[in-house]
């Protein structure tokens, strides 16, 4: 089955600078890559997403990028506010219609310092 | 439009007993998911409901887990009897089950704690 490595484990960054955290994944066939951003408390919340046939797509301060031939994708956060302190991960599935199986990664403990 | 919704939030049994989750997903998603998630790793796919058939049941361990989704809408998750490893988040979530809409919403989760 997929599987998805995903570093760093933890990341600590000043406010206003970049963040980037990377993720690799083992199927082929995966054509599906959400990125999702868990709080304290709560459950995964999606923040972007790309698929396989996108090699980058950027939503405001958030942008993802994907290399099929080395089957990694990576999550870039610029300018970065106290508010993005979370967990982040990076999840890949492959999108037939009804089995959309999301494998995750460990996770990104990502923390801004003031 | 409302969220998945999952009831209890929290959960505090001993081993051995029996528990279960309840999980409401988001109005006319056809697919539902539940997740465990155990501390510091990403969520894992228990099971994945079509309507109300399994679509994907081959992580669930199916001597003490159980799900069913009932009319294709609401889902419980049974456990009995719990075990400590069992103690972790239940996730649940829902996507549209549509080409091209694979997002998957997920629910604030429901912690248990097994002693």
């Known amino acids: 089955g997929e599987n998805v490595e995903q570093h760093p484990s933890t990341l600590s960054v000043q406010e206003g600078d970049s963040a980037v955290i990377k993720c690799t994944y083992s199927d082929s066939a995966s054509n599906y890559f959400p990125w999702y951003k868990q709080e304290l408390g709560k459950g995964p919340q999606l923040i972007i997403d790309i698929r396989s046939n996108v090699g980058e797509k950027k939503d405001q301060r958030i942008a993802v990028t994907l290399n099929k031939t080395a089957k990694h994708f990576s999550l870039h956060i610029t300018e970065t506010q106290p508010e993005d302190s979370a967990v982040y991960f990076c999840?890949?599935?492959?999108?037939?219609?009804?089995?959309?199986?999301?494998?995750f990664g460990t996770g990104t403990r990502l923390t801004i310092i003031p | 439009e409302a969220g998945v919704a999952q009831s209890p939030r929290y959960k505090i049994i001993e081993k051995r007993q029996s528990v279960a989750f309840w999980c409401n997903p988001i109005?006319?998603?056809?697919?539902l998911y539940w997740y465990q998630q155990i501390l510091g790793q990403g969520p894992k796919l228990l099971i994945q409901?079509?309507?109300?058939?399994?679509?994907?049941d081959s992580q669930l361990p199916k001597d003490r887990f159980s799900a069913e989704r009932l009319k294709g809408v609401d889902s419980t998750l049974k456990i009995q009897p719990a075990k400590l490893e069992d103690s972790a988040v239940y996730l649940c979530?829902?996507?549209?089950?549509?080409?091209?809409?694979?997002?998957?919403?997920f629910g604030p989760g429901t912690r248990l704690l097994v002693l």
């Open positions: 109005s006319g998603h056809a697919t």
């Open positions: 409901f079509q309507n109300n058939g399994v679509v994907d």
């Open positions: 999840a890949a599935s492959k999108t037939n219609v009804g089995n959309e199986k999301l494998t």
């Open positions: 979530a829902s996507s549209s089950g549509l080409a091209e809409q694979e997002t998957q919403y």
